[in-house]
């Protein structure tokens, strides 16, 4: 078996942070320079969290489709993922509001921070200093007078504009409509997406995206995509009833705010952010059931001392950060944490074996540098739905107990140094959706694992020294979307069956020399759905069936690409009108 290239033996180091902040800016200087929206360039929705690195060859027609499976995002879907609940990588970029859409105003370009009505309330005070006495228990008083500050802003607009207090002296929920309203002004409110009820004459639980008890206390705070841009005021630390906060896909600055003091809170979702700083500050608060961070530039290490306070912890999305270190044992602790993301970090070492003892239904680990044997603890993860390895350098072999997981739905260990033989207990793994083995060190013949698959959409074992014949049950898979078998040692002829892949939409079989005889026609009408199909730099002969040809122009087929160079081609394919690209 041919050794791996340094490449493929190797995890690439990762570019420091300066040299994508270089690139961002060049990409938005040359994208202002052509008029094209900044928005375009933001790439994040709210549920896939990366696009599949098999597409990414499109239109690349000098390389062979790999498998790198990208980690992230988004999504949610890396290697033609469909998974759900996978977040997304990107985030989005603040952008101004359409030009026919006036932005909302909540103070005038005159606006006084001093009482503008005269007025005495109980006790003998004016209301500026009913006002500043409430507030100063939050905020230094400097602060709460300074104009140019988000909080002086605040608070002229309590005191001078709110039509909701309208002069008068109560003091009822004046400190949480002061912080929501700090906010605003923290995070250029008036270019919001969605501001129904901001800077209006309602109580304030009645504004879009705030959330209270019965009572009237703040208790959630949701303006995902909400095109917030701006800091977290640290005036958070006195919403004492807030339970959940999502600014998920904004453009938050800044650190993790101190969020110690609120012992309520138990959801947090400040993914795809700008955030920078520590990932797990030691002000995080007790209690909290679902942590998500992704997708920010986050650094340090995950410390023990919060595994410890977070017993009830369910949900850990870190990825797409550059978190470091490994992953302690002490998350064998958290029984109730099901979902466990942490994909495109700088994490190293060999996973725990006591992540075998809790009820995980979600790992995703790709792109970092973990190494030695995938566990054998973790066959007790019985709920186990989604596990992805990908881009690591993990090492020995794919054990049978594989099988035991009977639950997955997306497995990919490609671009790792996995040696040994496909284990043949895949073929009881039936929910699978996604599976990805390539650019690995297996070695004997890919085994016939497809009959029981029959929800399999991407299947890749591209880049292996794999042999044996290309297995006729493959393309017998009714939801069968993506194949990558290119550049491996698999012989034979394609199969017949390749006409019954209703659905497939990229076939890549190019760099198989070994691959022999005809490509077989799918009769007219047959794979419908196909876009891409690779047959270039293999043993092929004969022509190209019409039927295939006829797609290039009856249907969705852009990419075609086959050995038809040369005056004796080894495969007949007119060019361009079938054929795309000859070799």
């Given at each position: 078996?041919?050794?791996?290239?340094?490449?493929?033996?190797?995890?690439?180091?990762?570019?420091?942070?300066?040299?994508?902040?270089?690139?961002?800016?060049?990409?938005?200087?040359?994208?202002?320079?052509?008029?094209?929206?900044?928005?375009?360039l933001a790439g994040g929705s709210g549920s896939d969290d990366s696009s599949s690195a098999l597409s990414a060859t499109n239109g690349s027609p000098n390389a062979s489709p790999t498998s790198s499976g990208g980690s992230g995002g988004g999504s949610p879907s890396g290697g033609g993922g469909s998974f759900p609940n996978q977040p997304p990588v990107s985030s989005p970029t603040f952008q101004n509001p359409p030009a026919n859409r006036v932005p909302i105003k909540c103070l005038p370009d005159d606006y006084r921070i001093d009482a503008l009505t005269s007025g005495v309330c109980s006790g003998g005070l004016r209301r500026e200093e009913l006002y500043l006495r409430t507030l100063r228990q939050i905020t230094a008083q400097s602060v709460l007078t300074n104009p140019s500050r988000p909080q002086g802003k605040a608070f002229a607009f309590l005191l001078n504009y709110d039509?909701?207090?309208?002069?008068?002296?109560?003091?009822?929920g004046l400190k949480e409509r002061y912080i929501l309203m700090t906010l605003f002004f923290s995070t250029k409110g008036e270019y919001w997406s969605r501001q129904v009820g901001w800077c209006g004459g309602t109580q304030h639980c009645t504004w879009s995206g705030v959330s209270c008890s019965s009572s009237g206390t703040i208790t959630g705070i949701e303006l995902?995509?909400?095109?917030?841009?701006?800091?977290?005021?640290?005036?958070?630390?006195?919403?004492?009833h807030l339970q959940r906060i999502n600014l998920f896909a904004n453009s938050i600055l800044g650190t993790i705010p101190n969020f110690s003091t609120l012992y309520n809170l138990k959801e947090i979702d400040l993914q795809n952010n700008l955030l920078t700083g520590n990932a797990f500050p030691t002000s995080l608060p007790n209690g909290v059931t679902h942590y998500k961070v992704s997708g920010n530039n986050l650094s340090g290490t995950i410390p023990t001392s919060i595994l410890d306070k977070w017993t009830q912890l369910q949900t850990l999305w870190a990825g797409n950060n550059q978190i470091s270190g490994t992953i302690p044992t002490q998350f064998g602790r958290l029984n109730r944490l099901t979902s466990l993301y942490?994909?495109?970090?700088?994490?190293?070492?060999?996973?725990?074996?006591?992540l075998g003892n809790i009820l995980l239904q979600e790992i995703w680990l790709s792109n970092n540098f973990f190494e030695q044997q995938i566990p054998e603890s973790l066959l007790f993860l019985g709920s186990l739905k989604l596990f992805?390895?990908?881009?690591n350098v993990f090492s020995g072999s794919l054990a049978t107990w594989i099988g035991l997981l009977t639950n997955l739905q997306d497995l990919r260990v490609n671009n790792n140094n996995i040696a040994g033989t496909v284990p043949v207990q895949l073929d009881q793994l039936t929910d699978l959706k996604e599976l990805q083995i390539g650019t690995n060190?297996?070695?004997?013949?890919?085994p016939n694992i497809f009959r029981n698959l029959q929800q399999l959409e991407t299947f890749d074992a591209s880049n292996t020294d794999l042999g044996g014949t290309i297995p006729t049950a493959l393309?017998?898979?009714?939801?069968?979307?993506?194949?990558?078998l290119s550049n491996s040692r698999l012989s034979g002829s394609i199969p017949n069956t390749l006409s019954n892949a209703g659905n497939l939409q990229k076939l890549y079989l190019n760099d198989m020399p070994n691959l022999r005889g005809n490509l077989p026609s799918p009769g007219q009408g047959r794979l419908g759905s196909l876009t891409e199909l690779l047959?270039?730099?293999t043993g092929l002969t004969g022509s190209m069936p019409t039927s295939i040809c006829a797609l290039r122009s009856d249907s969705f087929l852009d990419t075609l690409e086959a050995d038809c160079l040369g005056g004796s081609p080894k495969l007949q394919c007119d060019f361009p009108d079938c054929c795309t690209r000859c070799y």
């Open positions: 078996m041919p050794e791996k290239s340094e490449e493929q033996q190797q995890v690439p180091e990762k570019s420091p942070p300066w040299k994508f902040i270089l690139i961002g800016v060049g990409v938005v200087v040359f994208a202002l320079a052509i008029g094209l929206p900044i928005g375009l039509p909701y207090f309208q002069g008068s002296c109560s003091t009822t995902a995509t909400n095109n917030l841009s701006g800091t977290i005021p640290e005036e958070f630390y006195a919403l004492q942490l994909y495109e970090n700088r994490l190293q070492g060999s996973l725990p074996a006591q992805r390895l990908e881009n060190f297996w070695s004997g013949n890919l393309f017998n898979i009714p939801t069968l979307e993506t194949v990558n047959v270039h730099r």
